[in-house]
Each structure stands twice: as structure tokens, then as C-alpha cells.
């Protein structure tokens, strides 16, 4: 193989690489955005009026190691979780290990009912999908007045929390890898 042939075929595989990487970051972007009601309610995880709030129709890519945020979820009736959830119609209790994940992830219920690993902290935990946190619809009562989900949350119940050891203030918005268990 000639030298030139050589170069040739090195610069078109970086140039793939290259795309395939960016190809990747960018498989999930805004594909709209939602405007909070100008009045409305008035609590930490509302919907502030007025705001503008990016919506989403995807989520990353799966893989063994995905990245995504970790939420609290009270999944029991009259928690923030809003409405029984989606999978099943049941609400759930905070001793459960459930979670909801982004509209995309979430599969159109694809995943209702089957487990993921979530690692964090050293730890691993298996939970159960019982409900989608829409990244497409928010700020109204069927959403508890929250805003749209990110297109990469995993909104997990206090029971999650606990199995992987975060506490007190770590519980919030948590760096997280997951799988499908």
C-alpha cells in the first residue's frame, strides 16, 4: 500500500471518529420549548412564571454506563410525583426502590416493569421502572406544577436515596450511572 493510500485511509477514520463522537453528543437535542403561565403556583419545585423551559423528545444513548442525574421522587399518594404512576397506576411508597425515567429512556413504557442497576458512590442498587418523567409536558396540574424533566434524569424514590448511601445535602441533583439490570 502506497504511502499516500495509507494517509488517506488514516484521515478518513479520524474524520469518523471524529464524527461518530460528535454524532453522539449531539443525538439528544431541544426539540421545542414550554412557557410557564405567567401566574401560578408557588412552591421550590414549580414552575416559575414566565419561564421558558426546553423540551425534549429523546434521551442519550443506552449503554452499560449511562450518565444521567439522579432526582427525588415521592412516588406516594399526595407526593410531588403528582399522579399515580404510568406503568402500573398505582402510587407507591418511599420504602420501594422505583424510579421514573426521561420521556425517552422511558420508551413509551417499554420499560415498565423491568429493573435497572443504578451505581453511585461506589455502590450499585437494582430499581423498578414504574413511571415516565416527561420531558415534553410540564407546569400544569398533571405534572404537580413542575417543569419538563431533563432529557437525562433518573427520578428515583427515597428508598434509591438510601440503598446507594446519599444523604442530606448530596440529595438533590446527584451524578449517576445506570444501566438495564
Not at 479520524?14 to 460528535?22: D, E, K, M, N, R
Not at 408557588?42 to 425534549?56: A, I, L, M, R, S
Request: charged share 20%; glycine share 10%; aromatic share 8%.
Amino acid at each position: 500500500m502506497s504511502t499516500t493510500s495509507t494517509l488517506v485511509l488514516a484521515l478518513a477514520g479520524l474524520l469518523l471518529v471524529a464524527f461518530s463522537s460528535t454524532a453522539l453528543a449531539d443525538t439528544c437535542q431541544p426539540s421545542g420549548t414550554l412557557e410557564s403561565p405567567a401566574t401560578g403556583h408557588t412552591c421550590d419545585e414549580c414552575c416559575k412564571p414566565g419561564h421558558v423551559y426546553p423540551t425534549y423528545q429523546c434521551s442519550p444513548p443506552v449503554s452499560r454506563h449511562t450518565k444521567a442525574v439522579m432526582t427525588l421522587n415521592d412516588f406516594s399518594k399526595g407526593g410531588d410525583g403528582g399522579a399515580p404512576s404510568e406503568c402500573d397506576g398505582k402510587y407507591h411508597n418511599n420504602t420501594e426502590r422505583v424510579v421514573a425515567l426521561s420521556t425517552g429512556w422511558y420508551d413509551k413504557g417499554k420499560r415498565c416493569g423491568e429493573y435497572i442497576r443504578i451505581n453511585a458512590k461506589g455502590r450499585s442498587v437494582l430499581a423498578k421502572v414504574v413511571d415516565e418523567c416527561d420531558t415534553l409536558h410540564g407546569c400544569d396540574k398533571p405534572h404537580a406544577f413542575q417543569p419538563p424533566c431533563p432529557h437525562n434524569d433518573v427520578d428515583a424514590s427515597q428508598a434509591v436515596w438510601d440503598a446507594l448511601g446519599i444523604f442530606g445535602d448530596e440529595v438533590g441533583d446527584f451524578p449517576i450511572t445506570w444501566s438495564d439490570a
